[in-house]
């Protein structure tokens, strides 16, 4: 159990920058989950933590002992890989007590560890099979004990539910969180689900383009997001954007969403006349009697939840590029969502009135795509 | 499974038993030419398993001629040309399936280049090194003549074995506090075991068939002959015993049939499966 330190981490493969000034402190028994679109720099985050990518600048330390220039071997972690990465010729005995055996441990208290990490895991039938001849989730588990098993200073796992089934995902998350409490070791996750992240995560760091974007709690990343991209990205669905002039009401300020007239918070009386991106989680939409009149264009039916999709008005809609949304590429920029659980039967070009509660819309610069106020 | 139209059955068991028996017959010929006296050779109609078959020709072979010496120069120089050809192909495959190397690429290519030169061309100046390093008429000279053409070959066929590992069962290894080089043998090559196994066969094989390197280094000592050498020496001036000959064919190809019974378990593919997933 330690600490992790990232300090102006660096990592550059020729001019491309992966990794830009990194820093993240990680405290004793947390579980911080690296979160991202492919390509944000996280696994790569993650392999310079490992000793297995080596860092173009700054330093990592576990437990306050500086480990950069360290082996993988000698920096007392343990990995589970997306792949699991099991030994094939050995069996599952040979693979949870292999690293036991590379440092040196006698035989007996290799198979006494063993053994008990194999019944933490229910693995104990299977001890003498071959990883060929166990399921997906049985192999999982069998990389899950490699881990534990040498008491590390801390797990890294490396998207390591992405090859299970959705069922066995959701079962396996709940398990990894249960065991990562009971032996309170600093685990460090990379997923580029946001699922995953906001349901397992202590600490959440979103990243983007080798940039740390923001690092706080599932709730701090879902309530206070610090720019467009952590707004989209977090949250399924992610958050609806629209712009708009901010004017002043006989209320507070307003902005016009088509014709009708929403009220902004109050800070932002101080940007009267500015043009500004808004931004409404899908699920704080609500549907009402009077406000912005919209016709659904789309109907997802998930039972009681249910998606409706309709256009934002032409005046309102986002010229984003793509970058600052990414995660979202599949999502129209104009195309908002709200989300509703209720028993009504909602249809394809249906009119609705909307109604924006003030208090859930945020509000982000377009300039630098930071959130203001 | 559908099932197969009885027409197809036909053709399909046919086109077997024809390769079959096109492969095979140089065998049996091989067979009976060694079971019968020379001079029943080129009787009409032919025999096709000889009336009375002359086992003793075995013993002849043995008795008349240094087989003994020959058959051990001959599994010494297959041998040390295939520990030789592995350790330096095992090593440079896995640099060029898993460093990114400056020019890596390019390297791969031209190590590739001297395979594709005729071993002919390469004869008189490895003749010269030798020579100069007094090789000539020692099995090394053939071992290592051997093993620069092996090598280039080897080393493709095992980058492309390695190129199909997951590179994360070396990380993992690292990270449970194997250093670099036990990696190598505690990981990679056991898993490599069936491409190690067919790399091997073909360095075991190529290198037992040689006739020209040794008959270009080795003539001028009678005690480094080959079994390829031995062999083409009992073909005479005026008289040459072909049954002779065909009982030592025989007795040649067996080593090669053991090797690759051996090495036969190992060829199996799918080892790796059930690291990933």
Redesign the interface.
């Known amino acids: 159990m330690a600490t992790v330190r990232f300090d102006h981490i660096k990592k550059s493969y020729g001019a491309v920058e992966a990794i830009r000034d990194f820093n993240l402190d990680i405290e004793d028994g947390e579980f911080c989950v690296f979160v991202g679109p492919s390509g944000c720099g996280k696994s790569t985050a993650l392999k310079m933590l490992?000793?297995?990518e080596a860092t173009s600048g700054g330093s990592i330390s576990i437990g306050g002992r500086d480990v950069t220039e360290l082996?993988?071997?000698?920096r007392d972690?343990?990995?589970v890989?997306?792949?699991?990465?099991?030994?094939?010729?050995m069996s599952v005995r040979k693979n949870i007590g292999?690293?036991l055996k590379?440092?040196g441990m006698a035989a007996r208290e290799i198979n006494a560890k063993v053994e008990e990490a194999a019944r933490v895991l229910e693995l104990t039938p299977y001890l003498d099979r071959?990883?060929?001849?166990?399921s997906?989730g049985q192999?999982q588990r069998v990389a899950l004990g490699?881990a534990i098993v040498?008491e590390p200073k801390a797990f890294l796992m490396d998207e390591p539910l992405s090859?299970l089934d959705a069922k066995l995902r959701v079962q396996t998350r709940s398990e990894i969180v249960k065991l990562q409490k009971r032996l309170g070791v600093t685990t460090i996750y990379v997923t580029h689900d946001q699922t995953e992240a906001l349901t397992m995560a202590d600490k959440i760091v979103v990243m983007k383009g080798g940039v740390i974007q923001q690092v706080g709690s599932a709730e701090e990343l879902f309530h206070a997001p610090n720019n467009i991209f952590v707004a989209g990205f977090i949250g399924s669905p992610g958050m609806n954007f629209f712009h708009g002039t901010v004017e002043p009401g006989a209320d507070g300020p307003v902005t016009r969403f088509g014709d009708a007239e929403i009220a902004l918070p109050e800070r932002c009386a101080a940007m009267a006349g500015r043009d500004m991106i808004f931004g409404i989680r899908p699920e704080h939409l609500r549907v009402s009697d009077t406000g912005p009149a919209v016709g659904l264009t789309l109907v997802e039916n998930l039972g009681t939840e249910k998606i409706l999709h309709f256009h934002t008005p032409a005046q309102n809609t986002l010229e984003l590029d793509s970058t600052a949304l990414a995660g979202e590429e599949e999502r129209d920029a104009q195309t908002m969502l709200i989300r509703v659980i209720d028993d009504r039967r909602y249809s394809d070009s249906e009119q609705l009135n909307l109604s924006f509660p003030v208090d859930k819309i945020h509000v982000f610069d377009p300039d630098t795509n930071e959130v203001v106020g | 499974m559908e099932k197969r139209h009885p027409l197809g059955s036909f053709a399909l068991y046919t086109t077997v038993i024809v390769t079959c028996a096109l492969l095979l017959f140089p065998i049996y010929w091989m067979v009976v030419t060694a079971l019968q006296p020379a001079s029943n050779l080129r009787s009409y109609p032919p025999q096709f398993w000889p009336e009375d078959p002359q086992w003793n020709v075995f013993a002849d072979l043995l008795e008349k001629h240094p087989f003994v010496l020959w058959f051990s120069n001959t599994i010494l120089i297959a041998f040390a040309t295939m520990i030789l050809s592995l350790a330096v192909s095992i090593l440079a495959a896995y640099a060029l399936s898993r460093f990114r190397l400056r020019g890596g690429q390019g390297l791969g290519l031209f190590i590739l280049t001297s395979k594709m030169l005729p071993a002919t061309l390469l004869i008189i100046p490895l003749f010269a090194i030798f020579r100069s390093t007094g090789l000539v008429g020692s099995l090394w000279s053939v071992v290592i003549a051997q093993a620069t053409l092996i090598v280039p070959f080897c080393t493709w066929m095992l980058k492309g074995y390695f190129d199909t590992m997951?590179p994360?069962?070396e990380?993992?290894?690292?990270?449970?506090?194997?250093?670099p080089l036990?990696t190598i043998f505690r990981?990679v090559l056991?898993?490599a075991?069936p491409g190690l196994a067919a790399t091997a066969l073909y360095a075991f094989v190529v290198s037992w068939s040689d006739f020209l390197f040794g008959r270009t280094f080795l003539t001028t000592n009678d005690e480094s002959w080959t079994l390829q050498m031995g062999i083409a020496s009992l073909k005479g001036e005026f008289v040459t015993e072909w049954n002779v000959i065909m009982a030592g064919s025989i007795m040649a190809s067996i080593p090669i049939i053991i090797v690759y019974l051996f090495l036969e378990r190992f060829l199996v593919g799918?080892?790796?499966?059930?690291?990933?997933?």
């Open positions: 490992a000793g297995l082996g993988p071997g000698k972690i343990a990995m890989f997306q792949n699991y990465a099991l030994y094939p010729h292999f690293g590379m440092h071959k990883p060929r001849a166990l997906g192999r490699r040498r090859n | 997951p994360e069962l990380q993992a290894a690292l990270v449970d506090g194997c250093s036990g990981i056991p898993v075991a799918g080892l790796a499966s059930g690291s990933e997933k």
